[in-house]
């Protein structure tokens, strides 16, 4: 007998693994918006795009050509999969205002 899991599961599982690899990625980031004293005003503006923050992760992956020279691939694909879902952003904006 076969049992196969919804295709939304799968999917969720996925993802689930996507955002625990990011995390070190994350950390990096917020240690260094934290050391610059910006912390704050990205986690604000974090909340103010809301759901615009997609068409940013849109901007990232169209422009990874452009940036891959000045950006390692796997922190940019990070920071459009960041921007895509609202759960992560959620989070990391938590991350961003806990202190270091």
């Not at 693994?17 to 912390?39: M, P, R």
């Not at 796997?74 to 895509?84: F, I, P, T």
């Amino acid at each position: 007998m076969q049992i196969c899991l919804p295709y939304t599961l799968r999917l969720n599982l996925c993802y689930t693994l996507n955002v625990d690899s990011n995390q070190h990625i994350w950390h990096s980031w917020a240690f260094k918006l934290h050391s610059w004293g910006i912390n704050d005003w990205v986690a604000t503006l974090l909340e103010a795009l809301g759901p615009l923050s997609v068409l940013g992760a849109q901007l990232i992956y169209l422009s990874q050509p452009l940036l891959s020279s000045l950006v390692p691939d796997e922190r940019l694909k990070a920071l459009g999969e960041l921007l895509e879902e609202p759960t992560q952003i959620r989070s990391f904006i938590t991350l961003l205002r806990e202190e270091v």
